[in-house]
């Protein structure tokens, strides 16, 4: 089943994308070489290439190790991206690859955790998830900034979505919202979005998806993002299921969110939605599980703008 998102009214103007394709499109003046070095990067080294086989149908999603429990393997990934499967069906990182055991999905996030055959204590790094929401700072400058790592079909912000060669891509970008919801003109709410947004910005005001009532059904009362780029400017397209949206607390990296989808659109303007790891509800289900609990943020978030050192920043046009 498809969990891409709460929501409570659906109305024009909505595109969720949430194919098993996996993408990242990276703003235009962005070397595609530096996306797949930064994904190259140890921090990242237990994200892997999820095969999905059936008996009429090959899918791909992306999947993150996150370590053992409950005397198993385990890989975090999207909800979506799960589906009967059979014995072809393989975790692959690198040039090693493992079969599936079972799996379980949410009912109420997109997330699953799927057991893994095989891994053995140090054939990968585990990665570790959030047990305490991020903040989201008013002021723009100081948001932070997260790393999403997906992996095959890319592009960029003006020509989004054009490869599919299923190679592993980092980007970046600022988390803008939290718990996002879409009012209508009346003032109610039309939508609920749980976890984190983030906006792929292109420095212009007409791109800044959070900011433009670009119609009377997508109206995101005092919401604000931020115009300025990251290094690595980008977002997931047609899917980008399942892949890890990292944050960095000195030099630990942590699993903050799990790519769901996108809104809007593809491209610039789109807004990257993630399943956060905060919520009880999210928590207890990968601990049931797993048997592997989060971690606790390593004192306050006092200083916010992780990585906001890499910035590149532009003027507004």
Known sequence: MIYPARIITLSLGLVL???????????????????L????????????LIKIVTDSSISYGTGTFIGFGNDSAWVLTAGHVLRTYNKESSFTVGDKSWSFGTFWTSGTYDLGVIQIKGIKAGDLKPATFWSTALPIANKLEDRIVGTGIGFGRSGTGTNPGTANDRKKRAYTNTIDAYNLKRYNGD??????????????????ASGNALDVTDTPNWNMKNQTSSRSLTTLEGNGDSGDSGG??????????????????????DGYGSLGHYEAMDADTTKNFITKHTG???????????????????LRRRASA
Do not use: C
Request: charged content about 20%; glycine content about 14%.
């Open 37 to 48: 070095d930064k994904a190259a990067e140890a921090p990242f080294g237990s994200v892997g």
């Open 292 to 310: 592997i609990t989060a971690v606790p943020e390593p004192g306050s978030f006092a200083v916010l703008g992780l990585g906001l050192l890499a």
């Open 187 to 204: 003032g109610s709410v039309g939508q609920e979005f749980t976890g984190y947004m983030t906006d792929f910005d292109d420095s212009k």
């Open 244 to 265: 890890p949206f990292f944050v960095q607390r000195g030099a630990q990296w942590t699993i903050a969110g799990v790519f769901s989808g996108t809104l809007k659109r």
């Open 17 to 35: 994308t949430t194919s098993l394709a996996i993408g990242v499109n990276l703003d235009d003046a962005v070397k595609e070489k530096d996306s």
